[in-house]
């Protein structure tokens, strides 16, 4: 169980560090928000699942959406108040979006001068509005499971991602078909059971590798055959190697 420490929530725009383990407690917000981490991985959690993000991305919480924070690694927060008028990228639930080298400066620009009301900064806002409009969405959300059978499962291989029963054999331990499980997964979570997999151990391996393991333990306890395996698949979804990641 993580230890969590209580960070408070002053001002729609803002940065704030947060040390590894801690993390902002369940609120809401009267405006939308982009949360990013320029260091560390930071998840942010609602009552429907779990959205996790890198450096390399950030999350989008609509306003009004019950959320926590979690930071893995020390954690250099950046957090945008985008007024609730507003919704340039038309969405309603959160989300991870790409942040490409240009909206990672301009978000990081933004957010230090919280006070500034200059001519200057309203014309950087903008630009940053216009990259965000076209942030592709990413898939990095790990959705809770409501059904029982789902929620059993979740919990084996939460405790362990390196488990590689098929769902069969996970079945034949919770009581369930894999044909109920299948049709639970796509009903319920909208994804396949590989696919959900895969978003389990990606989100147990950004966490790991926050907190400074090795690209080659990361793999093994993620359940990856090979540290190649795992580089491969990290690379494809992040767009950069695990060994980048542990660089930046």
């Known amino acids: ?137 990413t898939p990095l959300y790990l959705p809770t499971p409501a059904s029982a059978l789902l929620r059993a499962l979740y919990d084996l291989l939460r405790d362990d991602p390196a488990d590689n029963r098929t769902l069969n054999q996970l079945g034949q331990q919770i009581g369930a078909s894999d044909r109920t499980l299948s049709r639970l997964f796509r009903s319920d979570l909208g994804m396949t059971f590989p696919q959900w997999r895969t978003q389990l151990r990606l989100h147990r391996a950004l966490i790991l590798l926050a907190d400074g393991a090795p690209v080659t333990t990361v793999a093994h306890q993620c359940g990856w055959s090979s540290a190649s395996t795992f580089i491969d698949v990290f690379r494809r979804t992040f767009g950069h190697t695990p060994g980048t990641h542990l660089a930046t």
Do not use: F
């Open 1 to 137: 169980m993580m230890r969590k420490t209580r960070h408070s929530v002053d001002t729609p725009t803002y940065t704030q560090q947060l040390p590894s383990g801690s993390g902002i407690d369940a609120h809401r917000h009267d405006d939308h928000q982009v949360v990013y981490a320029a260091r560390g991985v930071l998840s942010v959690t609602t009552e429907a699942g779990t959205w996790i993000a890198p450096s390399t991305r950030a999350i989008w919480v609509p306003a009004g959406t019950l959320h926590e924070h979690y930071a893995h690694g020390d954690t250099q927060l950046h957090l945008l108040g985008i007024a609730v008028g507003y919704n340039p990228l038309e969405l309603d639930t959160p989300a991870v979006l790409a942040v490409g080298p240009l909206l990672r400066e301009l978000i990081i620009a933004y957010t230090r001068t919280p006070e500034d009301r200059s001519p200057e900064r309203d014309r950087l806002h903008a630009v940053l509005l216009d990259q965000l409009r076209t942030s592709p969405e």
